[in-house]
């Protein structure tokens, strides 16, 4: 059976390009905030839930404001919760769903930022890579690809859980401080040691 390692770390520290690194030598993918943003497209799964649970008021011409919806849970930690106990059970139910396609791999990515925050998560994994990088790096890239102040970057990095709680959970640690050219590297060593670790677990 393929071996699904969890893929986690903190804003800007380089998940999403690990990801597409692992990606890129044929390891099957999945990323849970692109799962997120399907279930509550056009049509999503979560669209009806999210109209009961909120109201009319969060939706303009029968789609969701993403930015209504984000000001009403930035506002009150009660509607943020209401907001992952409608999200996060559709969110995994697909994961689980989508790592069906992918029986014949030794072993997959999925791409999961709160991972430490969401213990339902960690059940679905069977190893979890943290990627780390340094505070000023990491808001130096969030800064450059957001066009958010400091302040406010700082603000979500401060909502998130801290390395120390991300460290316990995890089984490899790689430090993405650099290029994208030394995270290639990184990534191109992990993926044969993986590779060879969980080879006996295919049948």
Not at 58 to 82: C, H, P, T, W, Y
Not at 113 to 137: C, H, M, R, Y
Not at 142 to 169: C, H, N, P, Y
Request: charged share 25%; hydrophobic share 40%; with cysteine.
């Amino acid at each position: 059976m393929t071996v699904w390692i969890g893929l986690t770390g903190g804003i800007g520290s380089g998940k999403s390009q690990a990801a597409a690194e692992f990606a890129s030598l044929g390891t099957p993918v999945l990323d849970t905030d692109q799962i997120g943003r399907e279930l509550t497209a056009a049509q999503g799964k979560a669209l009806p839930l999210l109209r009961q649970a909120f109201g009319g008021e969060i939706f303009s011409d029968g789609l969701l404001n993403r930015a209504a919806l984000r000001q009403k849970v930035l506002d009150s930690e009660k509607e943020k919760k209401r907001l992952e106990n409608i999200l996060l059970p559709l969110i995994l139910d697909e994961a689980v769903q989508r790592r069906q396609q992918y029986c014949g791999h030794i072993y997959g990515i999925i791409e999961i930022p709160l991972l430490a925050e969401q213990p339902d998560f960690q059940q679905i994994v069977g190893s979890i890579l943290l990627i780390e990088a340094n505070e000023k790096t990491r808001i130096a890239r969030i800064m450059e690809r957001s066009g958010l102040t400091e302040t406010q970057v700082r603000q979500f990095v401060a909502a998130q859980a801290g390395d120390r709680q991300r460290r316990r959970l995890a089984d490899e640690i790689l430090l993405n401080n650099g290029s994208i050219r030394d995270l290639r590297q990184k990534i191109g060593r992990l993926h044969p040691y993986y590779q060879a670790r969980f080879q006996h677990t295919t049948p």
